[in-house]
């Protein structure tokens, strides 16, 4: 199968300032992930490996790892960009290379996954026919509700306790898979079917906040996890 592993990184983050060049075991948090894609190379033959980002540190980063990169305007490297629009993007200056059947997106915020995640992902999406996509999902226990008229309405009974939720789920961030056929046609990929992959074998962190930080480093240095597996 040929593949495309798009990274994404761009300089800005609100909440954490320059995140994604932040150190990590005396690395930056995007070469994790540019390192991880290496060693997915040599289990798939047809893989390229693109960063695409607005930063000059990143690309520099990138570039020293000898990996393509493609360097993102300002108009879609803001807060609000969706990733939709990152990936197509990338999908325009890549018409060359372009008879890839599988996107694989590695957000460098999320380094913790597994090689075997996404050999596994894509067979599981190449024999899927119904589903186009493919996410990588964390369970959660939480207590959730909303807010109505400033009136709290929990989503669950009163009677329902947290551990005794089963059928929660939120995305990890670690690993998302696309079918690349029809990928830049909106309107048909709004409505594609996505699979819900979820692994009990590996703790994973998302890095939203300072304290998803402290976490992986928790993780790292005191339960002695590896960043690739």
């Not at 200056?93 to 599988?102: G, I």
């Not at 894509?122 to 009136?151: A, D, M, P, V, W």
Request: hydrophobic letters at 40%.
């Amino acid at each position: 199968m040929s593949v495309l592993i798009l990274i994404p990184a761009r300089a800005g983050s609100k909440r954490v300032k320059n995140k994604n060049i932040r150190l990590i075991n005396n690395k930056p948090l995007i070469y994790w992930s540019i390192i991880f894609a290496k060693k997915l190379k040599k289990k798939i033959a047809n893989l390229k490996i693109v960063v695409t980002s607005d930063c000059p540190k990143i690309l520099k980063i990138s570039k020293s790892l000898n990996e393509m990169v493609i360097e993102r305007p300002a108009n879609i490297a803001r807060n609000k960009t969706s990733m939709y629009s990152v990936i197509n993007q990338a999908l325009k200056k890549l018409d060359k290379f372009n008879n890839f059947k599988f996107i694989v997106l590695l957000q460098p915020t999320s380094p913790m996954r597994k090689i075997s995640w996404v050999l596994k992902g894509l067979n599981l999406l190449k024999k899927e026919s119904k589903f186009e996509n493919l996410i990588h999902l964390s369970k959660t226990n939480k207590y959730i509700g909303r807010l109505k008229k400033n009136k709290w309405v929990p989503e669950f009974p009163p009677n329902k306790r947290s551990q005794d939720i089963n059928n929660q789920f939120e995305p990890s961030g670690c690993l998302f898979i696309y079918k690349r056929k029809n990928f830049e046609n909106k309107k048909k990929f709004n409505k594609r079917s996505t699979f819900g992959y979820v692994t009990n074998d590996l703790k994973t962190v998302n890095i939203d906040y300072e304290e998803d930080f402290i976490l992986l480093n928790y993780y790292l240095n005191i339960k002695k996890f590896k960043i690739i597996n």
